[in-house]
């Protein structure tokens, strides 16, 4: 094989693999991901993958329950599912429709 083509096949995705592992141990200091020697060995360990996990683990940073447009609202259920009733969960003490007849 041809001793430029196989630099270019390993050494790219290197550079790419140790790139990454920078950028998530420089970025992990800046946020306050303690210790960002953590994060470089996961992103160098589990490549790309365990990048991925950082971002993900990073963005939990910024969540704010004040701005969340999901909180303390009931899940939106369209018109022509309106009288649908929901699947009993363990520990519910609710009637069943089939039930709620029988009082009669």
Known sequence: MNTGLLAILVGIPLAWHLG???VAYYDAGRVGLE????W???????PLIGFFIYLFERSELSYDPENDPYRGNNVNIHPSRADDT??????????SPAEEGDDE
Not at 35 to 38: A, F, H
Not at 86 to 95: A, F, H, M, N, T
């Open 86 to 95: 929901s699947l009993p969960s363990r520990g519910d003490d609710r009637l």
């Open 35 to 38: 210790p960002p020697k953590k």
């Open 20 to 22: 990454l592992t920078a």
């Open 40 to 46: 470089a060995a996961i992103t160098f360990c589990i």
